[in-house]
């Protein structure tokens, strides 16, 4: 029986993973959740969870109405709090689905606990892939992805010499937008782009998803995950999402993982470990069965954002705190109307060739670069409003 921290209880990956354990009840207990502000959900897992009694939330008052609501419990507020749930729940397993830069510091504090890490931040590794790994070769803790795509690659890697590999490819649907004009783009609204063909996501990931900075992340990730270059990490289009992710070997073989699009499935591969459904590997790998299926080229000049991916994994250093940072407030900008839809590259663009880089950096560098980022973010927004 693994106990299990959950860090973003309430968001589309959090409650899919309750569920998950809810399912698994002889094999999982949910020790502690953090949330956001989305609080109401704490009462009715209290009263379903007898087993869960540490509890994180976003702001105080918050904090203060809760601890005084359920005395006998545990309760924290804010970034620091997050620190203080992860060092003082109980767990063996944490699974992190906070959104954002806001999961980097509770991935690698749960590494340096030497706990299970179940990673649905992608965050974490673009923006500190490096300090992440170097935990993990050094033996503190275990990292399992969440991400569909990962857990993809993961499960067509089972049994194979990473070195016997000639391509990754990392499959996108392609979001709502892969057959419309360029030219179309500057007329985008967020109703526009919250519209994705086949995943039910956050609102967030979502945009990301349709600019393909998603993909761009998730090349990142698949990078620091399989220890593979950059230039051996390809994305591919499946409109249709069937196809989660692909291997070709040095010999002609492709394995593909093929599945529905649920991630409930990536978020149970995680929690037990990434275990193989039978001794060969696991049952929804298929072998060279690549014509079964339509696959279209990524159109690089119609979502640029992806070339990102590559100029980071060559500088390395701050370079993904600051791409993620400066996506981070374009998102969230967009969504609240006071940016168009083709201005996110705009001003991603200024951003990357003007920010302070720095090649050899520690946790505060990353933190510092992640706040002025953010700040010359909002100043270059603020621009493009007057």
Request: with cysteine; aromatic share 10%.
């Amino acid at each position: 029986m693994k106990r299990v921290l959950l860090l973003g209880a309430s968001g589309s990956i959090g409650t899919q993973t309750i569920e998950v354990i809810l399912k698994n009840k002889d094999s999982f207990i949910l020790s502690g959740i953090s949330v956001g502000e989305r609080v109401e959900i704490i009462d009715e897992l209290i009263k379903n969870l007898a087993n869960l009694n540490y509890f994180c939330v976003k702001n105080e008052k918050d904090y203060l109405k809760f601890k005084e609501k359920y005395p006998k419990k545990h309760f924290y507020f804010g970034d620091d709090g997050l620190i203080k749930l992860i060092n003082e729940c109980p767990s063996d397993i944490i699974v992190n689905a906070l959104i954002g830069f806001i999961g980097f510091l509770p991935s690698v504090e749960s590494l340096k606990l030497n706990k299970i890490l179940c990673l649905s931040n992608k965050e974490s590794l673009v923006v500190g892939g490096d300090i992440i790994n170097k935990l993990l070769k050094e033996g503190h803790g275990k990292l399992y992805p969440i991400d569909s795509e990962h857990v993809a690659i993961a499960k067509c890697l089972y049994g194979k010499n990473i070195n016997d590999v000639e391509k990754i490819l990392i499959t996108a649907s392609g979001g709502p937008f892969f057959f419309l004009e360029k030219e179309k783009f500057k007329d985008i609204t967020p109703c526009d782009a919250l519209k994705h063909p086949t995943w039910s996501m956050g609102k967030k990931i979502t945009i990301d998803s349709s600019t393909m900075m998603n993909k761009c992340f998730e090349i990142i990730e698949a990078h620091y995950l399989f220890n593979v270059s950059g230039d051996k990490i390809e994305p591919i289009v499946d409109r249709k999402s069937h196809v989660h992710s692909m291997i070709k070997m040095k010999n002609g073989d492709i394995y593909l993982q093929v599945g529905p699009s649920d991630m409930k499935l990536p978020i149970t591969y995680a929690l037990f470990e990434g275990k193989p459904d039978t001794s060969e590997g696991f049952m929804d790998v298929e072998k060279n069965t690549f014509d079964k299926y339509t696959f279209y080229p990524m159109d690089y000049d119609k979502f640029p954002l992806i070339n990102y991916a590559y100029e980071c994994l060559k500088k390395n250093g701050n370079y993904g705190a600051a791409l993620n940072a400066a996506n981070e407030v374009l998102v969230d900008a967009f969504l609240n109307n006071k940016i168009k839809y083709n201005t996110i590259s705009e001003i991603l663009d200024k951003i990357m060739k003007v920010f302070s880089y720095i090649k050899e950096v520690n946790i505060n560098d990353l933190i510092e670069t992640d706040k002025k980022v953010r700040e010359l973010t909002k100043e270059y927004i603020e621009e493009y409003a007057n």
